[in-house]
């Protein structure tokens, strides 16, 4: 069963949250501070944190930079703050996905799903392919620089990872916020800028001679590399 981590100091909304993800086939833990969840989510390693900005102790934005520093698991904020600086400061952190209060359950359960299927979906292609110092193996979702594995937030790496499957073809920024974020996303095509910017920063050891994300001014970005 696929284990899910609520974090909201609202016992009334983490308990709603919680009869519409178990309804649906999800095992829920709950945390009622940053502190706390912090723990559970060391002791229990859940699919997914459903993480509330707003917090006793430790705020949402501390918790999702120490889930960051130390794993790829997937985070939706949860947040009555709406605006769309609040959103980019949560996708510039590595925030999957950004629920505004209040919220519908089932929207809820549809976002956790969409999620859920971006990091864990299956590239056909099971090739390992290198460019110089850079490995990336499709099949297992794993990228390696200088033999050492690079840990991307999922969507970074669903992102970096379709970039590279489609070398040196140039993407807009509307065309990979429907291949890579779906059609359903609600965010600013900022988002893409700021994940290119992660993304950029993980692989800042990767030599140009090699390889790079380069921008096209006007057009989008490119995994750009040499033709074999």
Do not use: C
């Not at 723990?39 to 949402?60: A, H, Q």
């Not at 549809?110 to 460019?131: C, F, G, K, P």
């Not at 040196?168 to 359903?184: A, K, M, S």
């Amino acid at each position: 069963m696929k284990t899910i981590l609520v974090v909201e100091d609202e016992l009334a909304i983490s308990i709603v949250l919680k009869a519409y993800l178990e309804k649906n086939g999800y095992k829920v833990l709950q945390a009622f501070s940053g502190k706390e969840a912090i723990e559970i989510f060391e002791d229990e390693k859940p699919l997914l944190v459903l993480l509330d900005v707003m917090l006793p102790d430790l705020d949402g934005w501390s918790v999702l930079q120490y889930i960051r520093e130390r794993s790829s698991t997937p985070v939706i904020m949860l947040t009555a703050l709406g605006d769309i600086d609040n959103k980019l400061n949560g996708f510039n952190q590595g925030a999957d996905d950004y629920l505004s209060k209040p919220f519908i359950g089932e929207e809820v359960v549809a976002r956790v799903t969409a999620v859920l299927r971006r990091s864990t979906q299956i590239i056909e292609n099971d090739q390992i392919v290198y460019y110089g110092s850079l490995k990336i193996d499709f099949q297992a979702h794993a990228v390696f620089l200088n033999g050492i594995e690079l840990t991307f937030p999922p969507r970074d790496l669903s992102l970096f990872l379709f970039l590279a499957k489609h070398p040196n073809q140039t993407f807009t920024r509307e065309q990979l916020i429907e291949y890579v974020w779906g059609i359903d996303f609600e965010g600013s095509d900022r988002a893409v800028d700021l994940a290119i910017k992660r993304i950029r920063k993980m692989v800042s050891n990767w030599p140009e001679t090699e390889g790079e994300i380069k921008t096209l001014r006007g057009l989008g970005y490119q995994f750009s590399v040499k033709e074999k």
